[in-house]
């Protein structure tokens, strides 16, 4: 009988650790990149600059 | 430095109410005559956690742009697309999960290197910045999402 009423409280004290294993694993992070943007130019001077230097090393 | 005659923002993705937005015009500040030389990308097995743009000046020197990675593990796989002095960058675009994080970017070069990074999957949506022939990126933005809790 003694055995028995041991065996309860050790299942119910393996069954709290349980749940607060869940809980826990419940806090997901989802964490990344959800925007890309960029300032775009059409200086024409500085491409002209860029697009000489291109040419000339080809 | 002067300013460029004409300058427009491009951005694709979502804005989320968790996050931190960024652009390199804080460290760039009134340095308008810069080309984005090299692009480096962090990313894991789901998704793009961050990317960092390496700037030239027109006097050929190199300048570092902010760091932007959330998170940052060393478990992360890091991308680097560089390009070589003459050449510039032309395309920038990716793939957009169900979840609404970037989870793929591709560039291209005016001299036609390509690069790619992260997973191309199913169901992802498409983006590409609108970037004409006439035109070039000079500056790096975006936005940082950190969720916590139940998704």
């Known amino acids: 009988m003694d055995s028995l009423l041991l065996f309860r409280v050790r299942f119910k004290k393996k069954k709290k650790k349980n749940k607060k ?12 990149l959800t925007q890309l943007g960029a300032e775009i130019t059409n200086d024409e001077v500085e491409e ?11 | 430095m002067k300013k460029p005659r004409t300058i427009k923002y491009e951005v694709k993705g979502i804005l989320k109410s968790q996050g931190m937005k960024f652009s390199d015009r804080e460290i760039l500040k009134e340095n308008y005559s810069v080309k984005i030389h090299t692009l480096k990308i962090w990313f894991d097995d789901e998704m793009i956690k961050g990317i960092q743009a390496v700037y030239q000046m027109s006097n050929g020197k190199i300048f570092e742009g902010k ?4 998170l940052k593990d060393s478990n992360f796989t890091l991308y680097t697309f560089q390009l070589e002095n003459f050449d510039y960058l032309k395309a920038i675009g990716g793939a ?5 994080f970037i989870e793929y970017l591709f560039f291209a070069s005016c001299s036609g290197k390509k690069g790619e990074c992260g997973q191309k999957k ?22 940082l999402t950190t969720l916590q809790g139940k998704i």
Request: one cysteine or more; a negative charge; charged letters at 25%.
């Open chain 1, 21 to 32: 294993q869940i809980a826990q694993g419940e806090d997901i992070i989802n964490a990344g």
């Open chain 1, 48 to 58: 002209e600059i860029i697009l000489q230097d291109y040419k000339t090393k080809k």
């Open chain 2, 67 to 70: 760091e932007n990675v959330v």
């Open chain 2, 96 to 100: 957009i999960g169900e979840k609404g």
């Open chain 2, 122 to 143: 199913e169901k992802q949506k498409n983006f590409t910045l609108n970037i004409l022939n006439s035109e070039m990126p000079i500056c790096l933005n975006g936005f």
